[in-house]
């Protein structure tokens, strides 16, 4: 009979990198999805791997920093398991300096960076250079280039996460909740394709909008909510420029001749994964400030909803007395950011039983 010695529930990024670094760790891993592989806020279409603003620092922008600058590996490493890209690449971005307090907020914030990026990446203020058919006009003339920054594609890096883990022996299952309920807090996952299995480990759960709501419901207060999110995808090839962030729009062109553009963020919908008048807005705004989306064609839409942990910051640790269980949720907007270090701490949690999750990121912090 075979045995799991970890079993992740969700396979949305947190769940799936988690399990991946397990696996890559020699761990048996079986991860178990309700629906498919990123069907929820995973399968969006931006993936900006973008850092925090390098001034009042703290344990959450280290976290940040450490995971951003271990993401070229980590892809690495997936890809050389899966056979398939991800679609990483540490491209930058450009910001727009629109008056003289921008400009002098971009060099202030510049020395943070030199003193906390600690010269692995520069967050610099520049004029006129090669990328300036694809930067969005300044007024000022001037740019924010942070080096930092990186894009990944997301469907086809959940898709490569869950191929490596297959690759190395673990057992990824898609569809295990075919009814549709909603997954609760120590509920057994049915047998269905592992009925040949037995759980013999700790159940980490990174199940996102649903897991917030399962453990608002077991401890009896809110721990987060779901944001809604809307996402355009443009047929315009830029696979080599940088990111934009432009009136609080993130631009990122991707390696495929296409260029992502979001989000939304939601609090009152009517429905969670429809597209609606929002987006419409977000498309116009996009050729508005991005003259070279102007006239492209938008070929994909996206709608979903994301979860925020009431601490802002991605919640991690043990499920409050429920012994072997354990919780990594709340990636609102940075998931795919922070993924590689939240899967690097938690699986020396899980699996070594060191505990290196920083203040601020702990599963009580929400509470």
């Given at each position: 009979m075979a045995t799991a010695d970890v079993t992740v529930m969700g396979g949305g990024i947190f769940g799936l990198a988690i399990a991946w670094e397990c696996t890559r760790r020699g761990a048996r891993v079986r991860l178990i999805e309700r629906d498919c592989i990123g069907a929820g806020a995973s399968g969006g279409l931006v993936g900006a791997l973008a850092p925090h603003v390098p001034e009042n620092w703290n344990t959450k922008k280290q976290f940040q920093l450490e995971s951003l600058l271990m993401a070229k590996d980590f892809w690495a490493g997936v890809q050389a398991a899966s056979g398939a890209d991800p679609g990483y690449a540490r491209t930058g971005r450009l910001q727009p300096l629109t008056d003289d307090r921008a400009v002098a907020q971009a060099r202030a914030r510049a020395e943070g960076a030199a003193q906390h990026w600690r010269g692995c990446a520069e967050w610099r203020v520049e004029s006129a250079?090669?990328?300036d058919d694809w930067a969005a006009p300044s007024p000022t003339g001037l740019?924010?280039?942070?080096?930092?920054?990186a894009r990944l594609h997301p469907r086809r890096a959940t898709a490569a996460l869950a191929a490596a883990i297959r690759a190395k022996?673990?057992?990824?299952?898609?569809?295990?909740?075919?009814?549709?309920?909603?997954?609760?807090?120590g509920q057994e996952p049915p047998a269905g394709i592992f009925a040949n299995a037995?759980?013999?480990?700790?159940?980490?759960?990174?199940?996102?909008?649903?897991g917030l709501a399962d453990l608002s419901e077991?401890?009896?207060?809110?721990?987060?909510?779901?944001?809604?999110?809307?996402?355009?995808?443009?047929?315009?090839?830029?696979?080599?420029?940088?990111?934009?962030?432009?009136?609080?729009?993130?631009?990122?062109?991707?390696?495929?001749?296409t260029v992502a553009v979001g989000s939304?963020?939601?609090?009152?919908?009517?429905?969670?994964?429809?597209?609606?008048?929002?987006?419409?807005?977000?498309i116009e705004r996009v050729r508005a400030v991005c003259p070279a989306l102007a006239t492209a064609a938008v070929?994909?839409?996206?709608?979903?909803?994301?979860?925020?942990?009431a601490s802002r910051a991605p919640m991690l640790g043990h499920w409050p007395e429920r012994t072997d269980h354990f919780i990594?949720?709340?990636?609102?907007?940075?998931?795919?950011?922070?993924?590689?270090?939240?899967?690097?701490?938690?699986a020396d949690l899980v699996l070594e039983g060191h505990d290196r999750i920083p203040a601020g990121f702990r599963v009580e912090d929400s509470f």
């Amino acid at each position: 009979m075979a045995t799991a010695d970890v079993t992740v529930m969700g396979g949305g990024i947190f769940g799936l990198a988690i399990a991946w670094e397990c696996t890559r760790r020699g761990a048996r891993v079986r991860l178990i999805e309700r629906d498919c592989i990123g069907a929820g806020a995973s399968g969006g279409l931006v993936g900006a791997l973008a850092p925090h603003v390098p001034e009042n620092w703290n344990t959450k922008k280290q976290f940040q920093l450490e995971s951003l600058l271990m993401a070229k590996d980590f892809w690495a490493g997936v890809q050389a398991a899966s056979g398939a890209d991800p679609g990483y690449a540490r491209t930058g971005r450009l910001q727009p300096l629109t008056d003289d307090r921008a400009v002098a907020q971009a060099r202030a914030r510049a020395e943070g960076a030199a003193q906390h990026w600690r010269g692995c990446a520069e967050w610099r203020v520049e004029s006129a250079g090669r990328d300036d058919d694809w930067a969005a006009p300044s007024p000022t003339g001037l740019w924010l280039r942070d080096t930092l920054s990186a894009r990944l594609h997301p469907r086809r890096a959940t898709a490569a996460l869950a191929a490596a883990i297959r690759a190395k022996g673990g057992g990824v299952v898609e569809g295990a909740f075919p009814e549709a309920a909603p997954m609760r807090a120590g509920q057994e996952p049915p047998a269905g394709i592992f009925a040949n299995a037995k759980s013999a480990g700790p159940v980490i759960w990174a199940t996102g909008v649903q897991g917030l709501a399962d453990l608002s419901e077991a401890v009896g207060r809110p721990v987060g909510s779901a944001l809604k999110g809307q996402a355009a995808l443009f047929a315009h090839g830029a696979c080599d420029r940088p990111q934009l962030f432009v009136d609080a729009l993130h631009i990122v062109p991707q390696d495929d001749g296409t260029v992502a553009v979001g989000s939304t963020s939601e609090r009152d919908f009517a429905d969670a994964t429809t597209t609606d008048g929002q987006l419409a807005d977000l498309i116009e705004r996009v050729r508005a400030v991005c003259p070279a989306l102007a006239t492209a064609a938008v070929i994909d839409r996206w709608a979903g909803l994301r979860p925020r942990a009431a601490s802002r910051a991605p919640m991690l640790g043990h499920w409050p007395e429920r012994t072997d269980h354990f919780i990594a949720n709340g990636g609102f907007k940075i998931g795919f950011g922070m993924a590689p270090k939240v899967a690097e701490v938690m699986a020396d949690l899980v699996l070594e039983g060191h505990d290196r999750i920083p203040a601020g990121f702990r599963v009580e912090d929400s509470f």
